[in-house]
């Protein structure tokens, strides 16, 4: 069963839509002693990383996902969702994030090194490139093109944790992770089939945790 986490700031539907199609069983809460019974975890997210981690912080929900996370259970971050993964943003101003993987969000510019100008937000579809094409979340899927919407762009040092990658203004980390933690920049739920299969492996990866318990 996933749990995905309601915070008031996440793309609640279209993640729910996307798991009946693939008929999973899901539930949506914002309440920790329910989500603790999940076997796996989506935080979703559309909107400001402050806001979004004063919420959780504010409902108890930024610790119950740190600890979640350090006890090895499965989460996936979509968008917001996986730029609170990461250690801090400068939205709105310096904001710690969960600090589950290294690197920092920072906003695109909108100026190429060349001096080009370029438009912010990146919306739109971009092609992935796979970087551990072996990665779980990317078993059997095929490399195409997948939908992103987003002024901000994790930057790390850290390239162990880049799964998979698109391109606009220099390199876009789109599938992050280590180990149990995961995430993805674009909107799986919303990119069609490549969307899709990446959302199917990760429910995989959470039915395959349950065998293992």
């Given at each position: 069963?996933i749990?995905?986490?309601?915070?008031?700031?996440g793309?609640?539907h279209?993640?729910?839509?996307?798991?009946?199609?693939?008929?999973?069983?899901?539930?949506?809460?914002?309440?920790?002693?329910?989500?603790?019974?999940?076997?796996?975890?989506?935080?979703?997210?559309?909107?400001?990383?402050?806001?979004?981690?004063?919420?959780?912080?504010?409902?108890?929900?930024?610790?119950?996902?740190?600890?979640?996370?350090?006890?090895?259970?499965?989460?996936?971050?979509?968008?917001?969702?996986?730029?609170?993964?990461f250690?801090?943003?400068?939205?709105?101003?310096?904001?710690?994030?969960?600090?589950?993987?290294?690197?920092?969000?920072?906003?695109?510019?909108?100026?190429?090194?060349?001096?080009?100008?370029?438009?912010?937000?990146?919306?739109?579809?971009?092609?992935?490139?796979f970087?551990?094409?072996?990665?779980?979340?990317?078993?059997?899927?095929?490399?195409?093109?997948?939908?992103?919407?987003?002024?901000?762009?994790?930057?790390?040092?850290?390239?162990?944790?880049?799964?998979?990658?698109?391109?606009?203004?220099?390199?876009?980390?789109?599938?992050?992770?280590?180990?149990?933690?995961?995430?993805?920049?674009?909107?799986?739920?919303?990119?069609?089939?490549?969307?899709?299969?990446?959302?199917?492996?990760?429910?995989?990866?959470?039915?395959?945790?349950?065998?293992?318990?």
């Open positions: 069963m749990g995905v986490i309601d915070y008031g700031m793309n609640l279209s993640v729910s839509k996307a798991l009946e199609r693939l008929n999973k069983d899901y539930f949506v809460s914002e309440k920790v002693e329910e989500l603790q019974k999940a076997d796996g975890l989506i935080l979703p997210g559309v909107g400001s990383f402050r806001d979004a981690m004063e919420i959780l912080q504010n409902e108890g929900l930024a610790d119950f996902v740190v600890e979640w996370a350090k006890s090895g259970k499965p989460l996936l971050g979509i968008c917001l969702g996986m730029q609170l993964l250690e801090e943003s400068e939205e709105n101003g310096e904001t710690k994030g969960l600090n589950l993987l290294p690197g920092v969000v920072r906003r695109f510019p909108g100026v190429s090194a060349e001096g080009e100008t370029y438009k912010v937000p990146h919306m739109g579809w971009n092609q992935l490139e970087h551990q094409p072996d990665h779980s979340l990317l078993k059997d899927v095929e490399n195409g093109h997948v939908y992103f919407v987003h002024s901000y762009v994790v930057r790390t040092d850290d390239q162990s944790v880049v799964i998979a990658s698109s391109n606009y203004d220099g390199e876009v980390p789109a599938v992050v992770g280590r180990a149990n933690i995961m995430g993805t920049q674009f909107h799986p739920e919303k990119s069609s089939f490549i969307g899709m299969s990446i959302l199917a492996n990760y429910v995989k990866v959470v039915e395959g945790s349950q065998t293992n318990e």
